[in-house]
């Protein structure tokens, strides 16, 4: 955490510093002091967003697939068969 604390004002002073030299530099300051963070936003998508969204998917294709008679266990633990389904709501019995 003590990194984080020192890269930030690092990148702050570098990107205020850029501008005395050529006019292109407080642009590639500002690129430079961006990068990280969107590199973080890149990682977050692909090791959280992106699982999350697969597990959406692969649930949704369960409930598809699940018919009245088919035996299941809730995410509680209780086991028991589907009477019924409906658009939102899967009615079992035990």
Known sequence: MNLFYTLIPTYLMSAAGAGTGEEGAGLQGMLTMLLPFALIIGFMYFFSIRPQKKKEKELK????AMRPGD????IGGIVGR???ITADEVTIYT
């Open 71 to 74: 035996n299941i266990m809730t």
């Open 82 to 84: 589907v009477a019924n």
């Open 61 to 64: 294709a369960k409930l598809e």
